[in-house]
């Protein structure tokens, strides 16, 4: 059996939810299913996913998304051990440096302790910012999933997308 994509995101702004879409459309509709968590009644669902790709923005002071935030209370009443997750967190590095994809390393540290499977780190390289919460444990050259800058990097976007995807399926080992 083909093995599946659950991408999940929570968008306020429209862009996560673009980027989400974006990664459907290059993954293709066999392989990706794409939700919106504000609609998820039952965070169990993701468990029908091989992969799970968690999407979620940051705001205020380094918060995360509010649908993001309440379905992580769900994912908290989950058995997540050995699940197969990858991250992708938007930001933007220059107004909130301080903060830069601080929603994705909410994420990040909350499945770490629920014994989750990461994959997708991606190179600090190209970015500018201060914070370090989104950062992978024992390696700040990584971040601990694909990080965007719709605000002052969109451009870079479509390309580290796709990067990111090949990477992805390449270390879950989808073809």
């Known amino acids: 059996m083909a093995k599946k994509i659950g991408i999940f995101y929570g968008s306020d702004t429209g862009h996560t939810e673009e980027v989400a879409n974006l990664m459907k ?3 293709g509709d066999d392989l990706a299913d794409v939700f919106d968590v504000r609609n998820v009644e039952d965070a169990s669902v993701l468990l029908n996913y ?5 999407g979620t923005s940051t705001w205020y002071l380094g918060e995360l998304q509010g649908d993001m935030d309440a379905f992580k209370d769900k994912l908290e009443e989950l058995d997540l051990t050995g699940r197969t997750i990858a991250l ?7 107004e909130y440096s301080d903060y830069y994809v601080d929603g994705m390393g909410h994420l990040y540290h909350l499945l770490l302790k629920k014994g989750v499977k990461f994959i997708g780190a991606w190179p600090t390289e190209g970015y500018d910012f201060n914070s370090n919460l989104a950062l992978m444990e024992g390696d700040s050259s990584k971040f601990a999933g694909l ?10 976007t479509p390309e580290r ?5 090949e990477q992805v399926k390449a270390e879950a080992g989808i073809a």
């Open 25 to 27: 459309e290059l993954l």
């Open 50 to 54: 091989d992969l799970v790709l968690l």
């Open 88 to 94: 992708f967190g938007l930001g933007d590095q220059v």
């Open 147 to 156: 990080a965007l800058d719709e605000d002052n990097q969109p451009d870079m």
């Open 161 to 165: 997308v796709a990067i990111w995807l």
